[in-house]
T-cell receptor, first 116, second 115 residues
Framework: AQSVAQPEDQVNVAEGNPLTVKCTYS??????LFWYVQYPNRGLQFLLK??????LVKGSYGFEAEFNKSQTSFHLKKPSALVSDSALYFC??????????????FGAGTRLAVHP | KAGVTQTPRYLIKTRGQQVTLSCSPI?????VSWYQQTPGQGLQFLFE???????NKGNFPGRFSGRQFSNSRSEMNVSTLELGDSALYLC??????????????FGPGTRLTVL
């Protein structure tokens, strides 16, 4: 079964420090991975995706993610956290069903709290 | 370009009633997907429509249905509401179907409360 795991319910970091939000995946075939962020009372916003190519993917708002095939991980990172980065972060993987159609499977989400 | 819009933003219904939620995708997007978000189950895929055809369906009972119109606008319907249907329902659109690599753009959601 194809799945995504976000092992941390919450990550706390001080403003200005680097942050990492972890994601591991399990898929058959090539993984197509995404990160989204959700602010209170709003829908999800796309941050970045990995389809193929460089293992380090750069995205919106200074975020980047590192794809590691051997560890089946796709951790989200940012060199210097801002208080405004506090939100709920979702990792997602594209899953293919028996009919050949795809859907996104989301992790449970990680709440990031950045303290001043 | 205007983003994905969903109406209504909030709904309160009672058990046994039915409800219809509406989603207008970004102009030019042909794919609309629906998700249910709850604190206990997280984000769960309901279904995807592409060019008026349902391409994929999640593991939800038949009480959950949807459709897409020729202008790509989509509606989802839930009949015989249960307390457990209380959730944030999110709509997402993309240029290609979920079979492509395109990211999805989400609307703000409709908060459904079933009493």
């Amino acid at each position: 079964a194809q799945s995504v795991a976000q092992p941390e319910d919450q990550v706390n970091v001080a403003e200005g420090n680097p942050l990492t939000v972890k994601c591991t995946y399990s898929v058959s075939g090539n993984p197509y991975l995404f990160w989204y962020v959700q602010y209170p009372n709003r829908g999800l916003q796309f941050l970045l995706k990995y389809i193929t190519g460089d293992n380090l993917v750069k995205g919106s708002y200074g975020f980047e993610a590192e794809f590691n095939k051997s560890q089946t991980s796709f951790h989200l990172k940012k060199p210097s956290a801002l208080v405004s980065d506090s939100a709920l972060y979702f990792c997602a993987v594209r899953s293919t069903n028996s009919g050949g159609y795809n859907k996104l499977i989301f992790g449970a989400g990680t709440r990031l709290a950045v303290h001043p | 370009k205007a983003g994905v819009t969903q109406t209504p933003r909030y709904l309160i219904k009672t058990r046994g009633q039915q409800v219809t939620l509406s989603c207008s995708p970004i102009s030019g997007h042909r794919s609309v997907s629906w998700y249910q978000q709850t604190p206990g189950q997280g984000l769960q895929f309901l279904f995807e429509y592409f060019s008026e055809t349902q391409r994929n369906k999640g593991n939800f009972p038949g009480r959950f249905s949807g459709r897409q119109f020729s202008n790509s606008r989509s509606e989802m319907n839930v009949s015989t509401l249960e307390l457990g249907d209380s959730a944030l329902y999110l709509c997402a659109s993309s240029w290609g179907s979920q079979s492509s690599y395109n990211e999805q753009f989400f609307g703000p959601g409709t908060r459904l409360t079933v009493l």
